[in-house]
């Protein structure tokens, strides 16, 4: 049985394990379904029905539970099965996490409908379908809010944070999961990894949620309890859904400033922030794409301030401030709003404005759009272009953040002697010190007996000429 089990995984070794990666979605639609539970706490604050909550609670984590049963499990997957999991993953998800607002009526109890505007949560678009908010209950908007934190960072990236059985093949699923060309790895495992990307998404989501509440309990900000912990969800995940139909025009200055802060810290890398609050804040002076980053939302919104102050449609404050607030939510795609920008009729504001939205957030945040490292590559890849087209034998790389310091700067470490390999004091004395340095310069590709293996032959050879020199 085992020869014939090894034959057959080697006849499939270029097809798709369909019913491992079945396996790891129903896993993670069991425990994304236990979510259910928060929004139904709140229903019960508010005294709203938790019917909604429970029975897709009930058939999210009992289907996935029959599913996993049914697939077993499985010792690794490879390339094709991380893209195959997270696909139906956000699928899945999306299917399970509907039915609320199917149990719950309102105006989009089609599931249709219902499908539509969970998917918006999960990958954090923003579109919605819902024509009537003030319809809805808090706890059914709660969750509405709450979709879009969990898909901000990534729902396979949450799960590989907490499931162990997902760190089996957890680089594929990192890495089709984490936007941009690349993640970052911030430890020697995957899981690790997603850990602490999703306890710094935590920490800013409970600063901005405590910011908020703070400035809503002075009397300066508008929002109470629920409206913080709504509006942290989605601006950290850069989502832009609100339990108030005006967005965050319904609220003061103050949560509008806080938002601002935040809205632009979740449209930078995570990896990057996380580098330069535990290691070292030169990460941030070091890494071209977070320049480039502040510089674009810079001058746009420089443009747009100055345009309002043009045509004087605000005091000098609500100027600079709304057109820095649209700046920032359209750049790294969150899709607040402070003023209805559609009565400015200022055609560079918008073409501004649709211009940092084609640009994006930075790679590894939870922006979405191009992102700025690709724009950095074209524009490199411009110049070598340019370059090489004069010189055409000259050999120009494309490089990003290479010349100020690497976005994975390499520590070279000295390795320690081997004593196996060294010769007698009195033997390295009859050599001159250039002919020993020469010797002893060894292959840096290669390992550290090999090295000294090669340095102890090249001493042995040049003590063998010196010795036949008259």
Partial sequence: MPAVAAGLRRRNRGLVDVRASLNMVALVVKWMSVTLLVPAVVAVIYGESVQPFLLTLAI????????????????????????????????????????????????????????????????????????????????????????????????????????????????????????????????????????????????????????????????????????????????????????EPRSLEAFGAYSQWICILFMAIAGANFGLWYRAIFRSKRWLARDE?????????????????????????????ATVRNGIFQVVSMMTTTGYASVDFNAWALPLSFAVLVGVMLVGGCAGSTGGSVKVVRWLVVWRSSQRDLVTFAHPERVAPVRVSGARGARRPRVHRRLPPDPRARRPRAARRRLPAAVRAVALRGDRRVGHDDRERRAGLRLRRADGLLRELP
């Fill in 289 to 317: 794409e977070f320049r480039a980053y502040l510089l674009i939302m810079g001058l746009a919104s420089a443009l747009i301030v100055g345009d309002l102050l043009i045509s004087d449609l605000y005091g000098l404050h």
């Fill in 60 to 243: 999210g984590a009992g289907g996935g539970y029959v599913v996993e049963r049914l697939t077993g499990g499985a010792e690794e997957i490879g390339i094709r099965e991380g893209a195959l999991v997270v696909s139906l993953g956000w699928v899945a998800a999306s299917a399970v996490g509907a039915l609320p607002y199917v149990f719950e009526g309102g105006d989009i109890s089609g599931y249709i409908d219902a499908y539509f505007e969970t998917m918006s949560g999960f990958t954090t678009t923003g579109a919605s379908v819902m024509s009537d908010i003030t319809s809805h209950g808090r706890a059914i908007l709660f969750w509405r809010s709450m979709t879009q934190w969990l898909g901000g960072m990534g729902i396979i990236v949450l799960a590989l944070a907490v499931l162990p059985k997902l760190s089996v093949g957890g680089r594929q699923l990192m890495e089709n999961e984490s936007p941009g060309p690349d993640f970052d790895k911030l430890a020697p495992r995957i899981r690790d990894t997603a850990k602490r990307l999703w306890l710094l998404y935590v920490a800013f989501t409970v600063a901005e949620l405590l910011l908020l509440w703070a400035g809503g309990l002075a009397g300066i900000g508008g929002m109470n309890l629920y409206n913080s912990i709504a509006h942290a969800f989605t601006t950290m995940a850069t989502g832009g859904f609100s339990p």
